[in-house]
């Protein structure tokens, strides 16, 4: 069992691994024989040597839009537990409510984008907000089907000894509920990024958004790629983190083979 997990892990590394490196050559390749401007499309060993030089600057901007990402993040977990735990125990609530978060998904987030940057300013607030709006969504969705979706043997058994509702939640609802959280955190961890990304490129003057925007318009391609990179490489951390937690917490529910 050991040497099975070990070989899926050496897996799961080498084959991603495999496919990077044969991009990258493949694209180096065919910028030199092409003869790609730089300005248009640079070679990505050029991109890679611009992270290296330019670290300390995109390490620097990339602080801000992690910090604008994590904070909205964080906020839209808090808002969409407390909506669903609220949803789960009282119907009225829910059918009050619930047609408003489903109006917020519906409405496009670059739509709204521009109205919460003039009430809030071109401040870390905005961004805030904005990562707030795009993250709420999936997680209110599947934390109240999560919370709704407990055994009923279980449930009744725990009525019959007289459990509170607090103890109902605590030992059956909130654990039953993970396998259908860290989905959505998962999923949202990469639209808080995406949500903070949006708001620098509307309206910023720091940010890894604010950086690209800003390198994008001078024709800088090779930095602006370059700080794409470093968002990119910033998101899938933070989405393996969220992982690894879930396979700790969620221990019960076996990891699907590839």
């Known amino acids: 069992m050991f040497k099975k997990n070990v070989k899926n892990r050496i897996k799961d590394v080498c084959i991603p691994a495999l496919f990077l490196l044969g991009g990258f050559f493949l694209w180096e390749g065919l910028a030199a024989v092409l003869n790609v401007p730089e300005f248009f499309l640079p070679q990505p060993s050029k991109v890679i040597l611009e992270v290296i030089a330019q670290f300390d600057l995109f390490l620097r901007h990339l602080y801000i839009t ?15 537990f407390t909506l669903a735990t609220i949803f789960v125990h009282s119907k009225t609530m829910e059918k009050g409510l619930y047609p408003y978060a489903i109006a917020i998904k519906i409405a496009p987030t670059l739509a709204m984008a521009p109205f919460v940057i003039l009430w809030f300013g071109i401040g870390l607030e905005s961004k805030i907000v904005i990562v707030t709006l795009i993250c709420f969504f999936p997680l209110l969705v599947n934390t109240v089907k ?27 609802r909130l654990p039953s509920s993970l396998p259908f959280i860290f989905p959505a955190l998962k999923i949202s961890s990469t639209l808080a990024i995406t949500g903070a990304f949006v708001g620098e ?50 221990f019960w529910q076996k990891s699907e083979e590839i």
């Open 66 to 80: 992690m910090f604008e990402a994590l904070s909205g993040y964080l906020v839209a977990i808090l808002l969409s």
């Open 201 to 250: 490129f509307l309206a910023a003057n720091q940010g890894i958004g604010y950086l690209i925007l800003l390198h994008s318009r001078i024709l800088n391609t090779t930095t602006a790629l370059a700080a794409l990179f470093v968002m990119i490489l910033a998101g899938i951390l933070l989405f393996s983190l969220i992982s690894l937690i879930e396979k700790k917490v969620v």
């Open 146 to 172: 999560g919370l709704k979706t407990v055994d009923e043997e279980a449930l009744n058994l725990l009525k019959s000894l007289s459990a509170s509702q607090w103890q109902i939640f605590l030992k059956l």
